[in-house]
T-cell receptor, first 113, second 113 residues
């Protein structure tokens, strides 16, 4: 059974600081996704990581994937209040497109002025 | 481009009742996936439909069932509702059964009293 673990589950940080969210998964995966969710809202796709060593950046967010370590990171640079949200990583099992995505429990991020 | 739309946005039911939730796929997408997101948790995969057939299912009992129509819209039906069914139900469409959804609908918030 594929398991996805995120840490930390809760993070409070100050504006201007840097931090990293970690996502570990238990079995071989074809793809890894990062989503953002604002309170009461749906999921917004941030990144799709397809191969070992993949790195993608959008604004103050950068995601990377190490398939050998079964680890993805989401790095936040010089955080701003607008990035406050819950961030989920989700993993697609190898060859298992029809099995859906397995999500972590999410990291609830609060960025304070 | 029309996104994924879900209806209703909110619904209140009582234990033992039955409910039907609806989803219209993004234009050009022939595959729909449904997820259940309990409060404070990550989404959990319920099932996926492709060309009107269920082709993947998560760990949910048979009282969770679905339909996909020729226009690729979809329904999620839940019978014999239980208190634990209270959750946000998310629908997402994709361009094929091996392509994971990038775009989720806004969800239906189901409350069971």
């Amino acid at each position: 059974e594929l398991k996805v673990e995120q840490n930390p589950l809760f993070l409070s940080m100050q504006e201007g600081k840097n931090y990293t969210i970690y996502c570990n998964y238990s079995t071989t995966s074809d793809r890894l996704y990062w989503y953002r969710q604002d309170p009461g809202k749906s999921l917004e796709s941030l990144f799709v990581l397809l191969s070992n060593g993949a790195v993608k950046q959008e604004g103050r967010l950068m995601a990377s994937l190490d398939t050998k370590a079964r680890l993805s990171t989401l790095h936040i640079t010089a955080a701003v209040h607008d990035l406050s949200a819950t961030y989920f990583c989700a993993v697609e099992k190898s060859g298992g497109g029809a099995d859906g995505l397995t999500f972590g429990k999410g990291t609830h991020l609060i960025i304070q002025p | 481009e029309t996104g994924v739309t879900q209806s209703p946005t909110h619904l209140i039911k009582t234990r033992g009742q039955q409910v039907t939730l609806r989803c219209s796929s993004q234009s050009g997408h022939n595959t729909v996936s449904w997820y259940q997101q309990a409060l404070g948790q990550g989404p959990q995969f319920i099932f996926q439909y492709y060309r009107e057939e269920e082709n993947g299912r998560g760990n949910f009992p048979p009282r969770f069932s679905g339909l996909q129509f020729p226009n690729y819209s979809s329904e999620l039906n839940v019978n014999a509702l239980e208190l634990d069914d209270s959750a946000l139900y998310l629908c997402a469409s994709s361009s094929g059964p091996l392509n994971q959804p990038q775009h989720f609908g806004d969800g239906t918030r189901l409350s069971i009293l």
